[in-house]
């Protein structure tokens, strides 16, 4: 009986309409949280080799990578034709150090490749 009143009393409206928006928001949000932080797979082929390449190009050799959805180091929100990948590769002395890279595969910056170490 009271849903109904409450229903009826248009003044609340609005305010129930933006209560709804929100919490959908807040919905979208976590669960966009939940699937970056945790989702990894194989790195493609192409990418593995031109990381490969990057790591020889500066005296590393590349032992692990793997394909995250999030963006790690780079402070930007994921977008879909941005491949992130989470790379372990060691250095002439043996040092192993942890990286990122990101990989755009837009329309404009077509293969651009750009590289963070983690710590640096």
Request: net charge positive.
């Amino acid at each position: 009986m009271n849903m109904i009143l409450l229903i009826q009393n248009r003044d609340y409206f609005p305010w129930v309409i933006l209560a709804c928006f929100v919490l959908a928001m807040i919905a979208g949000g976590l669960f966009q949280l939940w699937v970056a932080s945790g989702s990894s797979k194989a790195v493609d082929p192409e990418i593995r080799t031109r990381l490969a390449q990057w790591t020889q190009e500066n005296d590393w050799q590349m032992v692990d990578g793997e394909q995250r959805m999030g963006p790690g180091p780079f402070s930007e929100y994921p977008k879909r034709n941005t491949i992130y990948v989470r790379f372990v590769a060691r250095d002439q002395f043996g040092k192993e150090q942890v990286g990122w890279a990101k990989f755009n595969h837009g329309l404009f910056n077509k293969g651009r490749m750009d590289v963070r170490l983690e710590g640096k």
